[in-house]
C-alpha cells in the first residue's frame, strides 16, 4: 500500500499557487442542467454526525487522532499556509471537548472505564440520526473494540453513546444518546434506486467533519463476497465516511456507506453502500432485542459456474450448488444431498449462491418453508423446516489414513480411482464414491487432486472403481462432462473434457 506524503502535496500546491492565472473565456461556460444539492445538504446535514471511539491505556503515550501518514507538523503547516488558521484540534488532542465533560451536551448510559485510565483514539466514522429520541445507526466497524463511543452534532454538541446492537455479518450498528428533540432522516426506498441517478455522501472523511461529497449510482446489487449485495457509487468515501449515509436526491438515506475499492488507502473512484432497506430490517432487530435472528438451512455452498449448468442440463447458470450438508440439520432432514442445486426457495429464485443466505436468514426460525431443488436432470419440491442461526463452528471429518493407491492406467478423463472400504466410507458420511489415486491429462488440467472422492459421473452414481472406468470408456470427447466431487468437507461440480481414445496414454 502507498502512502502519500503530506509534504508533497503541499509542495505541489505551491507550485501551482505561483503559476499565473488564465482569464475566463466564454468557451469555459459551466455546464447546463447540472444539479444543486445545497437545499439538500441544508435538509439533511443536521441529522448526520460523527462519531469516534476510544479504548483505555494503561499510559499516557498517545499520538494525535491524524490520518495514517500525516504527522503534528504536516497537519499544522497545511492549516497555516492554505487556510490562515491554527489547525483543530484532534479529538484526543489536550483541550479537546468531552461528552459530559463541559456545557457542550449531555453525557449518555454508556458505563465508563477507570477515569484514571488515558483515552487513546481508536477509530473515527460517521452515522446518522434515526429518531428524535437519540438512536443513530452507523456501522458495525466504526466501533469494534471501543471503550467509549463519543456522538457530535453538527450544532458541535458531544454525547457518550450506549451501544445497542452489532450485527457483524451486515456491518450495521445502532448507538443511543440521551437526547431529545433531534433532527432526524428521512429512509427512502434502496430497491427504488436507478443506476445513473445523482447521490450525495454526507460524513466524516479523515476526520473531517459535515464533509459533502456527490456522485452517481455506477452499480446496484454489487456481489463483494459479503453477506448483502452493495450499491456502487462513484461518490468520494474515504476511511472516516464509513457509517455515513448514501443520500439521493429526494434528500432519502438510500444506503449506508461501508466499504471502499483502494489500493493506497484513499478513493479511486469506486465506493459501496449498504442497502437502507437490508440495514433497517437489521437495526429494528437491534433495538427491539439487541441481536438479530437469523434462520439456518445448514449447507455449505458454492457459486454454478456456466461450465456446470451446460453439463448438468440447466438452462442458465443460476442456483446455489450444495457443496456439503451438515448431518442432523433442516436440509438433511429434508433430502437435501451435496451436488444439489438450490434454485428456488418459497418459490423465489435464487439467482446467485448469495441470495440464498439473505432469503433464509429473512425467514423466522421454525418457519415450514419449500426448497426447489436440480438433481440428475429433474427439478423436486423439499419441505425444510427453519432452525435458528448459531455461531459459526467447524465440523472436523473423522479422517482415516487413504488406503496405498493401486497402480492402474488412467482413462480417458486422466484419472486412476479406487474403490473405498465400506468402514471409511460409514466414517465420511458418504453412501458411494471412489477415491483418486492419480491424476493427468484432463483431470490434472481442472484441478482434481490425488485423495478427492468422485461421487457422480453426470447424473450417473458411482459405486466402485470398476463401474467408473466401464462408464468413463463410453464418454463423448466432444462434451463436457460433471463430477461431483468431495474434497474434505466441500462438495462440488468439476467440469471437464474427456480427452479421446486416440490420445489416451
Known sequence: MTTFSVRKFLAAAVVAACLPLVPHTASAAPAANLPDFTDLVDKVGPAVVNIRTTTRVSNSSTRGGLPPGMDDGDMSEFFRRFFGIPMPQSPQSPGAPRGGDNGGGSGGSQDTPDSNEPEQNSGVGSGFILSADGYVMTNAH????????????????EFKAKLIGVDDRTDVAVVKISAANLPTITIGDSNKVRVGEWVVAIGSPFGLENTVTAGIVSAKGRDTGDYLPFIQTDVAVNPGNSGGPLINMQGEVIGINSQIYSRTGGF??????????????VADQLKSQGKV???????????????VADSLGLPKAQGALVSSVEPGGPAD?????????????NGHSVDTATDLPRMVGDTKPGTKSTITIWRKGQTRDLPVTIAEMQPDKTAKADQKKPQPPKQRATNVLGLAVSDIPADQLKALKLRNGVQIDAVDGPAARVGLQKGDIVLRVGDTD??????????????????????????GENTQFVPIRPRSASTQK
Do not use: C, N
Open 293 to 307: 435472528v437469523r434462520g439456518r438451512i445448514a449447507v455449505a455452498i458454492g457459486e454454478v459456474t456456466k461450465d
Open 333 to 345: 432432514k429434508a433430502g437435501v444431498q451435496p451436488g444439489d442445486i438450490i434454485l428456488k426457495f
Open 462 to 487: 458411482i459405486t466402485s472403481a470398476k463401474q467408473f472406468d466401464e462408464l468413463s470408456s463410453h464418454l463423448d470427447s466432444q462434451k463436457m462432462v460433471a463430477l461431483l466431487v468431495r474434497r
Open 142 to 157: 466504526v466501533i469494534d473494540d471501543a471503550d467509549t463511543i463519543y456522538v457530535t452534532l453538527t450544532d458541535k454538541r
Open 268 to 281: 479511486m473512484g469506486i465506493s459501496f453502500a449498504i442497502p437502507i432497506d437490508e440495514a433497517m430490517r
